[in-house]
């Protein structure tokens, strides 16, 4: 079945540092979703991207889709230590409301 | 109110006990889900309820038995356990506004430790 390949699974860097996951398929994705879960949460959703090449920016958080709507990045600038937690990418197929996700990145910020 | 509230936070069982997990969402949301997390791992789709009807089920174990009595609440009945179902077990909802690419809105979880 359809599946995604997020990238890095883990990612430590300074504080100050940029970040970037990535999220790839072989198939076309009708749309995909970021969420963010901090250690000991729940996954909280962050964005929403459904049109070819789109880019969508929340403060330090910049998200694309790609043009061949088979991949998606998540580009934090000048990472804090409140952005420390694991960023899931996740996809509906066309109609459904069946969330598939990715298996996650967990991000580590170094003070 | 966009809040989706879980109970217990907590939840401590043996193989033999009968145990239940609510889930309550006031934001007129017409999908609710569970979905049970492992340790650094995604959640997995359990079951989904669409207009308080079950419309998937993940080929989930039968000693998991989802109930939606009414469209705010959803309860997880729980009996027979195996120690491997420990994990942390997560409710959503979702406006199921005509299919696709719905925002999903996740309740704290319960973590269900099974003896």
């Known amino acids: 079945g359809q599946q995604v390949m997020q990238i890095p699974q883990y990612q430590h860097v300074q504080e100050g540092e940029d970040f970037t996951t990535y999220c790839n398929s072989s198939t076309t994705l009708s749309n995909i979703q970021w969420y963010k879960q901090r250690p000991g949460g729940h996954p909280v959703f962050l964005i929403q991207l459904v049109k070819s090449g789109e880019v969508k920016k929340q403060k330090r958080l910049t998200f694309q889709f790609g043009e061949a709507k088979k991949n998606s990045s998540l580009h934090i600038t000048a990472t804090q230590t409140t952005d420390v937690g694991t960023y899931f990418c996740?996809?509906?197929?066309?109609?459904?409301?069946?969330?598939?996700f990715g298996k996650g990145t967990k991000l580590s910020v170094i003070p | 109110d966009t809040e989706v509230t879980q109970t217990p936070k907590h939840l401590v069982m043996g193989m033999t006990n009968k145990k239940s997990l609510k889930c309550e969402q006031h934001?007129?949301?017409?999908?609710m889900y569970w979905y049970k997390q492992k340790a650094k791992k995604p959640p997995e789709l359990m079951f989904v309820?669409?207009?308080?009807?079950?419309?998937i089920n993940e080929s989930v174990p039968s000693r998991f038995s989802p109930e939606c009595p009414n469209s705010s609440l959803l309860n997880l009945h729980l009996h027979a356990l195996q120690p491997e179902d420990s994990a942390l077990y997560l409710c959503a909802s979702s406006t199921r506004a005509g299919g696709g690419a719905d925002t999903q809105y996740f309740g704290p979880g319960t973590r269900l430790t099974v003896l």
């Open positions: 996740a996809y509906s197929g066309a109609g459904s409301y069946q969330l598939t």
């Open positions: 934001m007129g949301h017409r999908a």
């Open positions: 309820y669409s207009y308080e009807k079950l419309s």
